[in-house]
Nanobody, 128 residues
Framework: QVQLVESGGGLVQAGGSLRLSCAASGRTFTMSAMGWFRQAPGKEREFVAWSGRDTYYPDSTYYADSVKGRFTISRDNAKNTLYLQMNSLKPEDTAVYYC??????????????????WGQGTQVTVSS
């Protein structure tokens, strides 16, 4: 089993920044990829960012179009921690952000919902 614990959410004004963290524990060696999803009130959960290994993505990261250029995903393997640096935040970024991990290989699996572990979520609120 793998446990994921997010932190770093909060209230920020539009144009501001936040950094989310996701600390992983347990059988972390089984994880092949990690990433972030978010869910706004009344909407379905949506993909935000991915960090893993994929033949077609040599830089090992991939982003939703809505956050590309503003958000950066990174990993500190020594600390088993995943980060999401969020800059130039917009009110439409308001959501609960979830850390996710998978034992499946490749980006397509992750985007297709092949997620083995979820964090509890952290609230991000961006005021206008």
């Amino acid at each position: 089993q793998v446990q994921l614990v997010e932190s770093g959410g909060g209230l920020v004004q539009a144009g501001g920044s936040l950094r989310l963290s996701c600390a992983a524990s347990g059988r972390t060696f089984t994880m092949s990829a990690m990433g972030w999803f978010r869910q706004a009130p009344g909407k379905e959960r949506e993909f935000v960012a991915w960090s893993g290994r994929d033949t077609y993505y040599p830089d090992s990261t991939y982003y939703a179009d809505s956050v590309k250029g503003r958000f950066t995903i990174s990993r500190d393997n020594a600390k088993n921690t995943l980060y999401l640096q969020m800059n130039s935040l917009k009110p439409e970024d308001t959501a609960v952000y979830y850390c996710a991990a998978t034992t499946s290989q490749g980006l397509a699996s992750f985007l297709g919902g092949s997620i083995d572990y979820w964090g509890q979520g952290t609230q991000v609120t961006v005021s206008s």
